[in-house]
C-alpha cells in the first residue's frame, strides 16, 4: 500500500493518470507488520493493480479452470521486475544514489525492465551482462538489448558462465567504488533478477494486491509461476504462509533447480525474520520443465508458444513464461495430486522482449509465417511465402 504523500494525493485529485516520481513512505501490509528489515521507502513505476482474467487454454484436463494475472501489463517495458524495482530504486534514491549497477544475461528482462525504471528516475544505469565477448554479432540481436541501448545504459560484457555471487557481485562492488570515486556520488547494486531482500517486497505486496483487489483467497486454490532468480516465488510463498496458506504456491524452475530456490526462499525467511518454517513447507519448487536449458526452445515449444497465442491471444515468451505454462499443464495432466483444487491462478510475468531477440531461424520462420502470403489480386488463392 502507499502511503498517500501530499503529492500524490493531490496528483491523484487532480489528474488520475500523472505519475509522480517521488519515493513515498511504504506501509506494509498488516499481516507483514511484524517483518524484519521492512523497507521504508516505494516509489510508484508500476501500472497496477493487473488485472486477472480466465484463460481458456485447450485442452487442459475437465474440470480444470486457469486464470491468468496479467503482470506482463505493469508497463511496455517493466513487466515483473519493477514490482521489486519499486523498493530497490526507492532504497536507491534514498541513500542519495547516483546510479545503479545490475546483471544477468545478455537477453534479460531484468537488466531491461532497470536500465528502463532507471532513467524515469534520472538514474545512470551500469549492467553487466553475460555474453560471450569474443562474438559481437549479438549486437544484431535486439531483443531485451535494444530498450537497454535506447535508455543508453553502460553495458560491460563478461564470460557467459560467471556466477552471480562468486564472479559477479565482486565485479559490481568494485564498479560502484569506481564511480563514486569519479563522481562523488554512490551507486546502488542490485543482485541478479533485483532478488534480495528489498525487492522480495515486490511480490509481498502482490500478494496484498491479490488478496484487496482480485479476493485470491476465495477464488483459487492454487498459484503457479515461472522462476528465474526466485524473488517472485520468494514473495508469493511468503504472503500465503502469513495470511493462513489458503493457496497452494507452485514455482516451476526455467534454470538451476529445485535447491537453488528453496535455498533463495529460505535466505528470504531468515532476512525477513521468520525462523519457524521452512521453504520446503510453503512452496512447491517443480523442476524437469526447462526443456533444452536456459534460454533455449526447441521447435516443439515454439508451436506450443504460438499455439497459445492463436488460441487465447496472449503472448507467453520463450524463456519463462511459455516453459511455465508447458510444465503446468503437463502437471495438471500426469500428476493433477500435486495441486490443491481446480481453479489455478498463472501470474504471467512478463518478457515478451525476447521474443524478438533477433533469432528468426528458418525453422522459425516454419511456425511464424504459416499463414502469411502475397496478395494476388486476381487469383484465385494467394501465394504463399
Ligand atoms: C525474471 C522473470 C521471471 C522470474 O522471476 P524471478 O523473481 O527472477 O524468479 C519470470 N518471468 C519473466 C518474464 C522474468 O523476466
Same mark, same amino acid.
Given at each position: %500500500?502507499?502511503?498517500?504523500? =501530499?503529492?500524490?494525493?493531490? %496528483? ?11 519515493? $513515498? ?13 521492512? !523497507? ?6 508500476? %501500472? ?17 479452470? #486457469? ?14 521486475? #519493477? =514490482? ?18 545490475? $546483471? ?20 545512470? $544505469?551500469?549492467?553487466?551482462? =553475460? ?54 556520488? +554512490? ?12 525487492? #522480495? ?27 528465474? +532468480? ?24 526455467? $534454470? ?11 535466505? %528470504? ?9 521452512? +521453504? ?60 490443491? *483444487?481446480? =481453479? ?13 531477440? *533477433? ?22 488463392? !494467394?501465394?504463399?511465402?
Amino acid at each position: %500500500m502507499f502511503m498517500t504523500c =501530499r503529492n500524490h494525493f493531490l %496528483m491523484i485529485i487532480k489528474n488520475q493518470s500523472v505519475f509522480h516520481h517521488h519515493t $513515498c513512505s511504504y506501509q506494509v501490509p498488516t499481516w507483514a507488520s511484524h517483518l524484519k528489515n521492512i !523497507p521504508r521507502k516505494r516509489i510508484k513505476l508500476a %501500472m497496477l493493480p493487473t488485472p486477472v482474467q480466465k484463460w481458456n487454454i485447450k485442452g487442459i484436463p475437465d474440470g480444470i479452470e #486457469v486464470f491468468v494475472k496479467r503482470d506482463d501489463m505493469t508497463g511496455s517495458t517493466l513487466s515483473n521486475k #519493477v =514490482r521489486k524495482l519499486e523498493f530497490l530504486l526507492a532504497d536507491a534514491v534514498t541513500q542519495g544514489c547516483g546510479s545503479v549497477i545490475t $546483471c544477468g544475461g545478455l537477453q534479460s528482462n531484468h537488466c531491461r525492465a532497470t536500465a528502463v525504471a532507471a532513467r524515469e528516475l534520472e538514474l545512470d $544505469c551500469h549492467l553487466f551482462l =553475460r555474453a560471450n565477448e569474443t562474438n559481437v554479432n549479438f549486437l544484431d540481436s535486439a531483443g531485451n538489448l535494444l530498450p537497454s541501448l535506447l535508455c543508453n545504459s553502460h553495458i560491460y560484457l563478461i564470460p557467459k558462465f560467471s556466477k552471480y555471487k562468486v564472479d559477479i557481485a565482486p565485479k559490481q562492488e568494485l564498479l560502484a567504488s569506481q564511480i563514486k570515486k569519479k563522481s562523488g556520488k +554512490s551507486a546502488y547494486c542490485i543482485p541478479v533478477g533485483g532478488s534480495s531482500g528489498v525487492g #522480495v517486497f515486490g511480490y509481498i505486496e502482490a500478494w496484498e494486491e491479490l488478496i484487496t483487489r482480485q479476493n485470491v483467497m476465495k477464488k483459487y486454490d492454487d498459484i503457479v509461476v515461472a522462476c528465474g +532468480s526466485g524473488g517472485t516465488i520468494a514473495g508469493l510463498a511468503i504472503g500465503n504462509y502469513l495470511t493462513g496458506e489458503k493457496l497452494k504456491v507452485h514455482g516451476i524452475t526455467v $534454470c538451476d533447480n529445485k535447491d537453488y530456490f528453496h535455498s533463495h526462499v529460505n535466505e %528470504m525467511l531468515d532476512t525477513l525474520g521468520i525462523t519457524e518454517t521452512r +521453504s520446503q513447507n510453503i512452496v512447491d519448487i517443480i523442476d524437469g520443465y526447462k526443456g533444452a536449458g536456459y534460454g533455449q526452445s526447441t521447435f516443439e515449444d515454439h508451436e506450443f508458444y504460438k499455439s497459445i497465442a492463436h488460441d487465447t491471444g496472449i503472448i507467453c515468451d520463450p524463456v519463462y513464461t511459455g516453459k511455465a505454462l508447458k510444465g503446468m499443464l503437463t502437471e495438471l495432466h500426469n500428476n493433477k495430486n500435486r495441486f490443491q *483444487g481446480s =481453479r489455478i491462478l498463472f501470474i504471467h510475468t512478463g518478457g515478451i522482449f525476447s521474443l524478438y531477440d *533477433g533469432r528468426i531461424t528458418s525453422q522459425l520462420k516454419n511456425i511464424w509465417l504459416k499463414n502469411t502470403y502475397r496478395w494476388r489480386q486476381n487469383a484465385a488463392e !494467394p501465394e504463399k511465402i
